[in-house]
């Protein structure tokens, strides 16, 4: 039986031939990754023992760092729960970030393996030809004791990427674009294939796979290619079998983007999903709030579109631009490359490497009434902070662009 990227890990882990649609199996986990916020919450039974736990990483990323005593005292039973079990793989503050970006940075999202966490967003590993998956507090309770979840096979829908991106654009306009144009899809697999990747960056790739974490995505992948055998050269923890569909693969559907005609996306407040426009389109409307950051685009990349942009200029009056790395090596490497000054020096405030304002827990909260540009994941009613408040969500370089304006702006205006 032909089978697409997904259902081919899916198989793999479950140690079956094949799987389709409908079926539900039960499959082995490579890596199993724990955050901070979990113990802030009490999200999850602490058990008596763990599967594996060579197989776990823990990652301080939320709250870094401790924002309030409760904050403080979650860290502490998180180290307690790393030393109780002996998680050999660590990144506390200091060697920390966001959770998916460390994942990528230090290797253990691989092609054809899977991993989960506590963490909607942790479908963001398919930019690594990865199958990951957030799963809520039952489901990683399980994961933690067995090292095994069960899931059940989704349909696939196949995004076929052609042609190639136009200065100022970039991974989140893709998203956003097809957010807009097609909404979401609820429990079905979203892969990426077409000769238009190959002119995609990882960065563009992890954003495009978190983001569809908005689409109510199951599983994202992305083909394993020669551009992600080079990044992944010196960073692979351990050996990986890398997946391709097959190409008689069925799909539930097949949608051709042409990467050319898309033009600089927002979205609108309060939701994502077919609420989508073109920037130039709402140009004009007055922000209190620019952000740079999150899982979705807080890497070196964007920080350094940011800085081309800001570059000689200065952030609007009356505007705070917020900077967040998504990683202490994302943070070091933009240090090194000069970003962060020039950041700085247009008036950005840099904050730790942390999740912070995107989940709305610290480090940029807004007020009743203010409005925010952002480049983060979500922008729910009070995802930021007042749920009187508005957040738009648009690329690092509209977000740039539009902390210099002091309004709602196409950065292609600054290309």
């Given amino acids: 039986m032909a089978m697409t990227m997904t259902e081919k890990v899916l198989a793999s882990h479950a140690r079956v031939p094949e799987v389709k649609p409908g079926d539900i199996v039960t499959c082995a986990l490579d890596w199993i990754v724990h955050i901070d916020v979990v113990f802030t919450a009490d999200w999850f039974a602490i058990p008596n023992r763990i599967a594996r736990p060579e197989r776990h990483v823990a990652i301080m990323d939320h709250m870094v760092p401790a924002q309030t005593i409760r904050d403080a005292e979650a860290h502490v039973e998180f180290r307690e729960f790393i ?99 097609y909404g979401e899809d609820v429990n079905s697999n979203i892969e990426f294939e077409g000769p238009g990747i190959a002119g995609l960056s990882i960065a563009n790739r992890q954003c495009i796979a978190t983001m569809c974490a908005n689409l109510g995505a199951e599983f994202v992948l992305f083909p394993f290619d020669e551009r992600l055998e080079h990044y992944l050269r010196e960073r692979a923890v351990e050996k990986y079998n890398p997946v391709e569909s097959d190409p008689d693969a069925e799909y539930a559907k097949i949608r051709i983007v042409d990467l050319r005609s898309i033009v600089p996306y927002i979205a609108l407040p309060d939701s994502i999903p077919n609420n989508c426009r073109p920037v130039a389109e709402i140009a004009g409307l007055e922000i209190n709030q620019a952000f740079i950051g999150s899982c979705a685009n807080g890497r070196l990349e964007d920080l350094a579109v940011a800085a081309g942009i800001l570059e000689g200029k200065r952030v609007s009056e009356g505007v705070r631009l917020i900077i967040t790395p998504a990683s202490q090596e994302v943070y070091g490497a933009a240090l090194r490359a000069g970003y962060i000054q020039r950041l700085v020096d247009a008036g950005a405030v840099i904050t730790a490497s942390t999740c912070g304002a995107c989940y ?27 749920p009187d408040s508005e957040v738009l969500v648009a690329s690092p370089a509209t977000v740039a662009a539009s902390s210099i304006t002091g309004k709602i702006t196409d950065p292609r205006r600054y290309q």
Wanted: neutral net charge; glycine residues 18%; aromatic residues 8%.
């Fill in 360 to 386: 709305g827990g610290h480090s940029g909260l807004l007020a009743r009434g203010e409005r925010c540009v952002s480049s983060s994941t979500r922008n729910f009613k009070g995802r930021m902070g007042s």
């Fill in 83 to 181: 030393r109780r079990f002996g998680i050999p793989h660590v990144f506390d503050i200091g060697n920390h970030g966001i959770s998916h970006q460390v994942l990528a940075e230090q290797g253990f999202a691989l092609p054809g393996q899977m991993l989960v966490c506590e963490d909607s967003h942790t479908c963001g590993a398919g930019a690594f030809n990865c199958a990951g998956r957030g799963l809520g507090a039952l489901g990683m309770t399980y994961a933690v004791c067995k090292g095994e979840s069960w899931f059940q096979v989704g349909e696939t829908i196949r995004y076929e990427l052609q042609g190639e991106l136009s200065p100022a654009v970039d991974g989140k306009d893709v998203f956003l674009y097809i957010a807009g144009t």
